[in-house]
């Protein structure tokens, strides 16, 4: 009985995940109350209290599953692609790119991040928690940039840190302007090539890399 109550309790928690995700695409963070989820996810406030301390852990919960699923990606990309980290990178841009358009949940996530939350009042806890989990994903990226150096697949002298802000600030901005205006360009048929173009910045750009000091 107990085994069976907390399997509801976790499909509570979930189904509440969905329609907050659902709610705040539509209308946004700042406009979208508790309330508003409770209604529409047909539970009680109190329920909704159960699972979340406010709206800020419930947004964060969200973001938070998203993070989890790229970890997960890459446990199996190292997996099929052993010894090759350039591979693992190139493959998890693809997804991150591909994804935006043909999963739903990753897209509305997406859509309200860049155009629909405004990181003010309670949602300004928010904002905190990821400029911290930014600057986790630099380190994250110069590790694999790093690998991918000893593996003799980028350049031994790659500036790993200036290379990792560009790759978040690239792929962030495809997605942020495919979700702008979708029709602009077809993002899902393209994706490998422009993260092909990002990994060829890397390999022969001579900006990127660190200069050898004068003898």
């Not at 329609?19 to 979208?32: M, P, Y």
């Not at 290379?163 to 997605?175: E, H, K």
């Not at 495919?178 to 060829?200: G, Q």
């Amino acid at each position: 009985m107990a085994r069976k109550t907390k399997q509801q309790a976790l499909e509570t928690r979930q189904h509440i995940l969905d329609v907050a995700l659902r709610l705040f695409s539509q209308q946004g963070v700042s406009s979208t109350s508790l309330a508003d989820i409770a209604k529409a996810a047909g539970v009680t406030r109190g329920a909704i209290y159960w699972h979340f301390k406010n709206k800020s852990d419930l947004f964060s919960e969200i973001w938070q599953l998203s993070e989890f699923s790229i970890a997960d990606l890459e446990t199996e990309y190292r997996a099929k692609f052993p010894d090759d980290p350039l591979s693992v990178l190139r493959e998890i841009l693809v997804y991150i790119l591909e994804a935006t358009v043909i999963d739903e949940r990753r897209r509305l996530l997406m859509e309200i991040i860049f155009h629909k939350c405004e990181f003010v009042g309670e949602m300004a806890e928010v904002q905190l928690v990821q400029r911290g989990l930014c600057l986790e994903s630099y380190d994250r990226i110069e590790f694999t940039l790093n690998e991918c150096m000893r593996a003799r697949l980028l350049p031994v002298n790659l500036l790993t840190r200036r290379a990792a802000i560009l790759m978040r600030g690239y792929i962030s901005g495809l997605v942020e302007n495919w979700l702008f205006a979708p029709e602009s360009f077809n993002l899902k048929n393209e994706a490998r090539d422009y993260v092909a173009i990002l990994l060829e910045m890397f390999q022969f750009c001579p900006t990127l890399r660190a200069v050898s000091p004068a003898v």
